[in-house]
């Protein structure tokens, strides 16, 4: 008490300018003083640290997620946030994912999956209490596509603004562009927001986005304390929340998204039990934890296929011989080894994790130098040639792929140039076909649990110009093919097509199919041995955890 | 008065400087390869969101009328959106740099406090153990990696002896103080916060004596040095002939006669510390600009670079100005006229 009243004393003394060198030097040792009783006194840090607190579950994460706005934010952080706290029509679960009824108790599609039909649940509400109804959801899918940003992708291509009707308070009808079977797939990408909360935060005509960025107006389970940007966010447990989450009746009370960009200080915060889940470690981080029976480390192969893009249009790589050529000497053990093995070769362009529509049977190229050497006498330059390799700066693996890459093009006469680029200027050189290199390192992301997720993003001819498709890919045969995919509702019709299609993309040898990585991700044992849910992140809601 | 109108007067002349700044940095961002619009507008994003992305960035418009909506737009305090987070600019920089300055403020301070110590007992004690052991410590200093010291102190006072925390600038529960400066030590002491006080303390210590490591070694070489030289002048034999305690001949007498370039040096090296935050943020999970500014410079979004290039200028700027002041406290034959 007294050692605070002189503080006090003194700090007053400091803000009123009466400092002399004795004040000064009292402020000092009080300082010193203080710095020693603050190491000395670690209980205190326990005391109101998250770790001991019941229920209180925090995922350290390399990732921001400072744009919570449901129809301009998106990415997998991102996605843990809105998840938290806005409902969607529909929700993930289960392994592997499967759609389940949350604002929608129903969606419908027409048999040529044109026309959907959407029930909404009559309980659903807004965290202010005000229903969830149609016109409440025809403005989320008009403010989706308005602002055209984060997923509106998935939507604007195949309707507009105009195609959703409101049939009655629980009931719309969309009639879209084109058919498209995996709707009902994208539609948990959909957040619901309250729109006449966020309308009441517009600001010149800006449809509540800036006041969206850093609040939230959704329905969801948890409503949104603290926002931290680059630090943490905080979300505590809506207890009004109208929908109770099967298999989870003990949901966690708050739900911390906390910053941590170094892999060791992850694994230093998992080890001390300041975090509970934690992401993107580095190999020898998840290797040492998966040593600690307190933790598990993911052993499921990952959504995100790695590939080579090579420039089907410009350049040596247009000719096919030359691309069989370059899939034949890229070494794949080699390059499982670079990642010590946490990766899953990649069988066509397909993940294996996509179980239900991979074709594992797929007559691929393996590592094989003589046949490189006869694809490549084949060709129009038989005595080998300049390929440019970008990747990634920072981004070691990728560099790795390049050399092993390198070091058996050297055989063959193909001098391979590897170039490290910041992401932007990637994306600008994938934009035309002239100014994309030979060989580009691309992961493909994933939202849905779908062929066409893959297939359309990354080969349809619609697509070239991003960086998803810098094959630059364009048959026109195989464009039938998909449209006629996304317009069958019919599982083993869709099943056949889609393995026609993978078939034609590995007779074309697109691009180099090297792997898809075992996220190195690690949590306490106590969340589970299945707890990672790999597409877009996971779901608070179905998450339980107890510290015991 | 001289010093008032000297001090004015550099403050007026920071002005252009930033004006040069912004110029710079606004022209130079336009001639890099690269274009944030079509990262922007996301993997599958179309043509027509790229478009719209553009044209709500202003990024069709000339470049000169590109640069007078950016001008127009800092003297009235919107210095633009970040085009990936579309959070704006100025919000974000007085997000992140109190955290820098705060951890900069306490690893100065650290540095100083033992820095200038370490070098005048290297110096009084000129090749005899404690200049040796100083010597040690100082090369130490500066060739130590800070990411490789930063994870031995979080290994050996987080995870083995249990007594520092290793990350962030608080308990991950624990709620800031009140924004008053954005400096968590002061502000929890301006509220009356003890614990929280406490809790900063903690917290900063580990990054804090990381980040001061370097300019510590600079800092005690360079008055070591520095008072070599002056040690041996007849004014400090004078000093010793009147019999002035030895305590005060090296304090009063030559270390003020020699500190003129260590302050140079401690002012550029908390100009180096800013600099060079972002690997002690980026081990210790310090929310600061530094992190800020790499993941800007990495995916060239424009606005936010050209917010840290104007920041650290005028910082850079004051800075030099306040060392330029106290040269003339130490020494009053350099004038400020």
Not at chain 1, 96 to 120: K, R
Not at chain 1, 322 to 348: C, Q, T
Not at chain 2, 81 to 108: C, G, H, K, Q
Not at chain 2, 274 to 298: F, H, N, Q, R
């Amino acid at each position: 008490m007294t050692v605070s009243r002189e503080l006090s004393t003194l700090v007053n003394a400091g803000l009123n300018g009466q400092h002399d060198r004795r004040c000064l030097l009292k402020l000092a040792g009080a300082a010193a003083v203080a710095s020693g009783i603050a190491i000395q006194m670690p209980g205190v840090a326990r005391r109101t640290s998250a770790q001991a607190e019941n229920n209180v579950f925090i995922y350290g994460s390399g990732q921001d997620m400072s744009n919570l706005d449901p129809h301009t934010g998106n990415d997998y952080s991102i996605l843990w946030g809105q998840r938290a706290t806005y409902d969607s029509l529909l929700r993930y679960q289960g392994d592997p994912l499967t759609v389940h009824p949350l604002l929608a108790s129903e969606v419908i599609g027409s048999d040529d999956a044109t026309v959907w039909t959407i029930n909404l649940d009559p309980a659903a509400t807004f965290q202010d209490g005000s229903s969830v109804n149609g016109e409440a959801v025809k403005w989320n899918f008009e403010r989706l596509i308005a602002k055209n940003l984060g997923v509106a992708w998935m939507f604007s291509a195949i309707m507009t603004a105009d195609s959703v009707a409101v049939v009655d308070p629980q009931t719309i009808e969309i009639t879209l562009a084109a058919p498209f079977a995996p709707f009902d797939l994208i539609l948990p990408y959909l957040f619901i927001a309250n729109p006449t909360l966020v309308m009441e935060n517009e600001v010149d005509g800006d449809m509540g986005e800036g006041w969206l960025l850093s609040n939230t107006a959704g329905g969801g389970p948890y409503t949104m304390s603290r926002y931290e940007p680059g630090s943490l966010y905080q979300f505590d447990r809506n207890p009004d929340y109208w929908f109770e989450t099967p298999n989870n009746s003990n949901p966690v009370d708050t739900f911390v998204w906390r910053i941590i960009r170094e892999s060791s200080t992850k694994r230093i915060a998992l080890e001390a039990g300041d975090v509970q889940y934690t992401d993107t470690l580095s190999v020898e981080d998840a290797e040492g934890l998966s040593a600690d029976e307190r933790f598990v480390v993911n052993d499921r192969g990952g959504f995100s296929p790695f590939s080579i893009k090579l420039n089907n249009q410009v350049g040596p790589t247009s000719d096919i011989n030359v691309r069989k050529a370059l899939a034949a000497l890229f070494d794949y053990d080699a390059a499982l080894g670079a990642v010590s093995d946490r990766g899953e070769r990649l069988i066509g362009p397909l993940p294996a994790a996509l179980e239900d529509w991979a074709n594992p049977d797929l007559e691929v190229i393996n590592f094989d130098v003589e046949a490189a050497k006869a694809y490549l006498a084949e060709s129009e330059y038989p005595d080998g040639f300049d390929l440019e390799y970008v990747y990634v700066t920072g981004l070691a693996m990728e560099e790795a792929f390049g050399l092993i890459l390198l070091e058996k093009a050297a055989e063959l006469g193909i001098n391979v140039t590897i170039t490290p680029l910041v992401w932007p200027d990637m994306v600008a050189r994938a934009s035309s076909a002239e100014t994309m290199p030979g060989a580009m390192a691309v992961f493909a992301s994933a939202n849905y649990y779908d062929p066409d997720n893959y297939l359309w993003p990354q080969y349809h001819s619609t697509q070239v110009g991003g960086w998803a498709a810098a094959s630059w890919y364009q048959n026109p045969d195989f464009d039938a093919l998909i449209e006629q995919g996304r317009s069958l509702v019919d599982p083993t019709e869709r099943k056949a097509i889609y393995d026609q299609a993978q078939q034609m993309l590995v007779d074309d040898q697109v691009e180099i199919w090297v792997y898809t990585e075992i996220a190195n991700d690690a949590w306490v044992a106590e969340l589970g041995d299945n707890y990672f849910e790999i597409i877009g992140g996971s779901d608070i809601r179905n998450i339980t955890y107890t510290q015991a | 008065m001289n010093l008032f109108r000297y001090v004015t007067r550099r403050i007026v002349l920071i002005v252009p400087v930033l004006f040069g700044v912004s110029i710079l940095t606004f022209f130079l961002s336009r001639v890099v390869p690269g274009d944030p619009a079509r990262l922007a507008a996301g993997p599958q994003g179309t043509q027509a969101t790229y478009d719209q992305i553009r044209a709500e960035f202003g990024l069709d418009d000339p470049l000169l009328v590109q640069y007078w909506h950016y001008f127009t737009g800092l003297l009235t305090g919107d210095w633009g959106n970040s085009i990936l987070s579309r959070r704006p600019v100025f919000n974000d920089l007085t997000t992140y740099w109190p955290a820098t300055l705060e951890l900069v403020l306490v690893a100065m301070t650290i540095a100083t406090t033992v820095g200038i110590p370490l070098g005048v007992i290297a110096a009084v004690r000129a090749d005899r153990l404690a200049d040796q052991a100083a010597r040690v410590i100082s090369l130490l200093g500066v060739s130590m990696p800070a990411f490789w010291l930063a994870v031995l102190l979080q290994l050996l006072f987080g995870l083995k002896l249990d007594w520092l925390p290793v990350s962030g600038r608080l308990p991950t529960l624990v709620p800031p103080p009140p924004d008053l400066t954005g400096l968590f030590l002061l502000d929890s002491l301006l509220a009356g916060e003890w614990s929280t006080f406490g809790e900063a303390l903690r917290h900063i210590i580990l990054p804090a004596l990381t980040l001061s490591f370097a300019s510590l070694a600079t800092i005690a070489r360079f008055t070591r040095a520095s008072l070599l030289e002056v040690l041996h002048n007849d004014y400090v034999r004078t000093a010793r002939a009147k019999g002035l305690i030895e305590r005060r001949v090296i304090v009063g007498h030559a270390l003020r006669n020699a500190f003129i370039p260590t302050l140079t040096m401690i002012g550029l090296s908390f100009g180096w510390s800013m600099g060079g935050s972002v690997l002690v943020e980026t081990v210790y999970d310090w929310p600061g600009i530094g992190l800020y500014a790499t993941k800007s410079a990495l995916t060239l979004d424009f606005m936010p670079i050209m917010g840290i290039a104007l920041l650290y200028g005028l910082v850079f700027s004051l800075i030099n100005l306040t060392v330029d002041v106290m040269y003339g406290f130490l020494d009053p034959r350099v004038s400020h006229g």
